[in-house]
């Protein structure tokens, strides 16, 4: 399903095409989409000098991390807790374009840039940062004016009762899309997504972000003490990003499953046609 509000009003009959997105959501989207993907993979190489993470203020090698992505002289592994997990050929250990066996944590495909340099990829994510932020405040201010936020995305109370939840689930879980009417309008689980995403992992990112900033340290010192000291900020951080991998791997596949071709051109012209109602 879309990712972005409908905006438009169904007509009668089927089939029909109504419009569903403003040129202004529609650039909102893929620039974001842009964005977040260097925000990602820029956000992996930093990771990749230090690739183990720690609850509280400090942390260093000598440590107990909750996660880490290692080696060991024959295979990669990720470790979880007390749970090792194998990844020999995609983390810890992998072999690069020139046939060279590197033991960093995220493979050269998956970083910005794809040669290891932490400064680089320092430059990469503070840039974009800016480039999410900002016209991520003006789109949280611009949903809230216009009503998007009220009228489109904020569940109702029959919404949240667990038997209509469950019965969208199930709907899911069956690959039985929302035909007719129902699909002009989003779903309690495209809901709940979208403000999960709006109104806590973005949040959660950029406020962690900043608490991981020596500057803005000094200047708000508060802001390591909310999240409980800098290792804490940067565990929230690295699961904030698994978070975003998430709903980016669910939101393709649904688009896939709902019909690539009809979806895509909705987000690319603003057309969509809605699906006919089941007999």
């Not at 690959?175 to 129902?182: H, I, K, Q, V, Y």
């Amino acid at each position: 399903m879309a990712s972005v509000p409908i905006e438009g009003r169904p007509g009668a009959g089927a089939p029909r095409t109504i419009f569903r997105h403003r040129l202004s959501t529609r650039l909102w989207h893929w620039f974001n989409a842009l964005v977040i993907f260097v925000m990602i993979m820029s956000g992996l190489m930093i990771f990749n000098a230090h690739p183990r993470l720690y609850w509280g203020r400090y942390g260093a090698n000598l440590d107990h991390a909750w996660l880490e992505i290692g080696s060991t002289p024959t295979q990669g592994l990720l470790r979880v807790g007390g749970l090792t997990i194998p990844t020999t050929g995609v983390l810890g250990r992998w072999t690069a374009p020139d046939g060279s066996v590197s033991t960093r944590a995220f493979p050269w495909w998956a970083t910005i840039p794809s040669g290891y340099s932490l400064s680089a990829a320092r430059r990469w994510h503070l840039a974009f940062a800016w480039a999410l932020v900002v016209p991520g405040l003006l789109y949280w201010l611009w949903s809230f004016a216009n009503r998007h936020v009220q009228r489109d995305l904020a569940p109702t109370r029959e919404e949240l009762r667990p038997r209509h939840l469950w019965h969208d689930i199930k709907d899911h879980a069956r690959l039985r899309f929302p035909t007719g009417d129902a699909a002009t309008r989003y779903n309690i689980l495209q809901k709940l997504a979208y403000l999960g995403v709006l109104f806590v992992l973005l949040p959660l990112a950029v406020m962690t972000g900043f608490a991981m900033s020596p500057a803005l340290d000094a200047t708000w010192p508060w802001l390591l003490e909310l999240f409980g000291g800098r290792q804490s900020a940067r565990s929230i951080h690295f699961l904030c990003m698994a978070g975003f991998v998430a709903f980016i791997v669910v939101h393709l596949v649904m688009v896939v499953l709902a019909g690539p071709i009809n979806e895509v051109r909705s987000m690319l012209t603003g057309r969509y046609r809605v699906p006919e109602d089941r007999p």
